[in-house]
């Protein structure tokens, strides 16, 4: 069997993670390739970062958020009596883990949505 029918059946029972690091180690020089105990090692976490990602991704997709809001984009300030203390508190997200709600009021077109979909997203 050859290296591009191992790729081939490597998507085919959709290890996709695996097939990519598989064609990535492939293409390096012979005498720079890991060996076969790092080479499996690498390949299973390619596989498991890429099933992370694409469940983010899908999870983030059917959450519908509004906007495509980070933490960083959010403008913290005086005059919104929200400081970056107060972000960096509930940017931890221990609130999912206390199971605790989170309860967001202000003036309109202040921001309150901005930041419902950055902490969604962050969580």
Known sequence: MNLQETIIQLN???LRGMSSSF???TSLPVQNRPSLEVAISKMVDAEVQDRRD???AMYLKISKLRYT???EDV???TDRNFTKDDLAAIAD???LRRHE???IQGKCGCGKSFLACALGRQA
């Open 75 to 77: 403008i913290c300030g």
């Open 23 to 25: 064609e990535a180690m």
């Open 54 to 56: 694409r469940k983010t």
């Open 101 to 103: 709600n989170l309860l």
């Open 69 to 71: 809001a980070l933490l």
């Open 12 to 14: 085919e029972l959709k």
């Open 93 to 95: 997200c221990a609130l």
